[in-house]
């Protein structure tokens, strides 16, 4: 054979093994796509699909709050074991799982050479030490876990997820579509915000033996949400209350009768119509009647009371003459502007629905002024009186961290909201408010206590009790809302149940102990009576 007839062959040759090795190649992929990926009856595909990571969820300040972690799912082909419950045993042993329940698993009827799902998510630590058992046909598939650091905190606002990765509730369901995309979600949550809120409302609901409290921190001129707890929680200690569901967010979820607090909207439509003057005055005495019902207050009241001290001595009947004035067609129409009717809108899908009168005569909105017979999130009614506040410009609560103002259409005029602040900051002087007074701070509030129904019926010593506190007065930056519910007050001590001796001091503490977080300045009290 001459030399180009015998380079010819060679190359055949080449080409040949070369196709072989591939045939053979090609053969092994497809045996571990049947044997390993596709032919575990009851194992998911390893595709990477399966293994995405949800993105990180950060606060406002870099802290990791939610994170994805590499761990394995443990699958067994019972057909292949010598001895089941040995294999139980060893298996259980090693993964610290209940010995009785992988055994149901392993003997549990199966289609043959199935592959049956033992254990989901095991730490990677255990991974190790269950494929160190060398079990014929074990086999560990990846999975993810998604892990919480900083534990319970803000896990009602947070959500959750289930085994299988579905978002549930909370920011991980409002924000699915971003966490699913890789990137990461910085939270308006300032967690140091968020503790300090969390422990005083857990020493408030022990010292006033409260069946559970509430708050929540928010910027009045970007609407962000620095903190928000309901408790009990997954942190609380115990006790008859823990049988609530500690994952519920009740700041956003579930909807009150606030009581006195919403007096703020009734006076400020009353400044916004120019319907009466701060210096009126209006009768008190035993009560106001309206219709065949007697509207009365808490506490014993002068025979006349001015408007700035019907505000600030909370009295329902002198609030109630006040809403009347405004009418009944105009208080809804009010309300509705500042998105009282309609549930707060927000990263979290999860917002109430309010509760509020079909009918809306003159006893509807004789009690709505002082906050019965209408029924609101927590969030919904911190933003409408952020609005009332800041200068009278909309808002929109967020979770998302914001770099700037975003105060948007003018709700009600600068000089109403500058009158409000005014009269906010007199109720804590000189009003129900004092114990929430903090040196420095100039803090303006206003006191809720709200008689509870029980079958329909309010009864009188069933209070709700909050505070909505908004600092600093004369141009305020953060409102702190505080609720307890059934306070118990210490008659031995003096202290009532009524909000200005529960809310008021809870609210004062978390503005006391979050001014300097926030880098809020001390400030000499130049507010003036309005």
Request: proline share 5%; glycine share 10%.
């Amino acid at each position: 054979m001459h030399e180009g007839g015998a380079g010819i062959v060679q190359r055949r040759i080449a080409l040949a093994a070369i196709g072989c090795v591939l045939a053979f190649a090609l053969i092994c992929v497809r045996l571990v796509d049947l044997t390993v990926l596709r032919g575990w009856s009851g194992a998911p595909a390893m595709t990477p699909a399966a293994t995405v990571a949800r993105a990180d969820i950060v606060d406002r300040n870099g802290q990791l709050l939610a994170r994805d972690l590499a761990v394995s799912d443990v699958y067994v082909q019972p057909d292949a074991l010598s001895n089941v419950g040995v294999a139980a045993h060893r298996i259980a042993t090693a993964a610290g799982l209940d010995e009785a329940r992988v055994l149901r698993i392993l003997t549990a009827k199966h289609k043959k050479d199935a592959f049956l799902l033992v254990a989901r998510k095991l730490d990677p630590d255990v991974a190790d030490k269950v494929e160190a058992l060398h079990i014929p046909n074990l086999q560990l598939a990846p999975a993810l876990k998604r892990t919480y650091p900083q534990g319970g905190e803000a896990e009602q606002v947070i959500g959750q997820i289930d085994s299988t990765g579905r978002a549930l509730t909370g920011l991980e369901l409002g924000l699915d579509k971003s966490l699913r995309a890789g990137k990461t979600v910085q939270l308006s949550l300032d967690m140091r915000i968020q503790y300090t809120l969390a422990h005083e409302l857990q020493a408030a609901l022990t010292q006033f033996e409260a069946k559970a409290a509430g708050g929540i921190v928010m910027n009045v001129n970007t609407g962000e949400i620095l903190a928000m707890a309901s408790l009990p929680d997954g942190n609380s200690d115990g006790g008859e209350h823990d049988s609530a569901n500690p994952t519920r967010n009740r700041m956003l979820r579930d909807v009150y009768e606030l009581g006195s607090v919403f007096k703020i909207f009734a006076f400020a439509l009353a400044m916004e119509d120019h319907t009466v003057r701060l210096d009126q005055t209006f009768p008190i005495g035993p009560g106001f009647r309206v219709g065949k019902y007697l509207i009365k207050d808490a506490e014993r009241m002068p025979p006349v009371l001015t408007v700035r001290d019907i505000l600030g001595q909370s009295s329902n009947a002198g609030t109630a003459q006040i809403g009347l004035l405004s009418g009944a067609a105009r208080q809804e129409q009010w309300l509705g502007k500042l998105g009282l009717l309609s549930p707060a809108r927000s990263e979290d899908p999860e917002g109430a629905r309010p509760l509020f009168p079909r009918h809306w005569g003159d006893v509807e909105t004789a009690t709505v002024s002082f906050g019965h017979g209408i029924s609101v999130s927590p969030l919904s009614f911190v933003t409408a009186a952020s609005i009332i506040v800041n200068g009278g410009r909309r808002i929109v609560p967020t979770f998302l961290k914001q770099s700037a103002d975003r105060r948007g259409e003018q709700v009600i005029s600068p000089a109403t909201s500058e009158t409000m602040r005014g009269l906010l900051r007199y109720v804590v002087t000189d009003g129900t408010g004092k114990l929430a007074d903090v040196p420095g701070y100039n803090v303006g509030g206003k006191t809720g206590s709200a008689e509870k129904t029980d079958h329909g019926r309010y009864v009188a010593h069933k209070l709700r009790t909050s505070f909505c506190a908004v600092f600093p007065i004369d141009s305020p930056r953060y409102l702190v809302f505080v609720m307890l519910d059934e306070p118990q007050g210490a008659n031995a001590t003096g202290v009532m149940a009524l909000a200005g001796h529960t809310a008021a001091p809870l609210a004062g503490r978390v503005v006391a102990r979050i001014a300097a977080m926030l880098d809020m300045p001390v400030v000499a009290d130049t507010s003036q009576t309005p």
